[in-house]
């Protein structure tokens, strides 16, 4: 059974960063060998991609992110993170992380809410 538990939503300023984390209760073998993602949705809208990351490290975004927020993972710590920096009203939503294991199902977290405003 894989768990991740997203932290570090909060409401922030606009132009303002933020650091979410995803703690992974997989073992590290499994955490390690899987690619993981950052989605978030807004009020009324589909969840939509943010930053993924492989098990190799490579990295793909979201243009509208693009040059603000990085994904990285800490496989000693089973934990994948997403810096976003100069963060927007439109930023607004709540981010849901994501682990594709090699073999089996994906999982989602529960979420965490990140709302930008003055």
């Known amino acids: 059974q894989v768990q991740l538990v997203e932290s570090g939503g909060a409401l922030v300023q606009p132009g303002g960063s933020l650091r979410l984390s995803c703690a992974c209760t997989?073992?590290?073998?499994?955490?390690?060998?899987?690619?993981m993602g950052w989605y978030r949705q807004a009020l009324g809208k589909q969840r939509e991609l943010v930053a993924t990351?492989?098990?190799?490290?490579?990295?793909n975004y979201a243009d509208s992110v693009k040059g603000r927020f990085t994904i990285s993972r800490d496989n000693a710590k089973n934990t994948v993170y997403l810096q976003m920096n100069s963060l927007k009203p439109e930023d607004t939503a709540v981010y849901y992380c994501?682990?594709?294991?090699?073999?089996?199902?994906?999982?989602w977290g529960q979420g965490t809410q990140v709302t930008v405003s003055s």
């Open positions: 994501k682990a594709d294991p090699l073999v089996g199902r994906s999982y």
């Open positions: 997989a073992s590290g073998r499994i955490f390690s060998s899987s690619a």
């Open positions: 990351i492989t098990a190799g490290g490579r990295t």
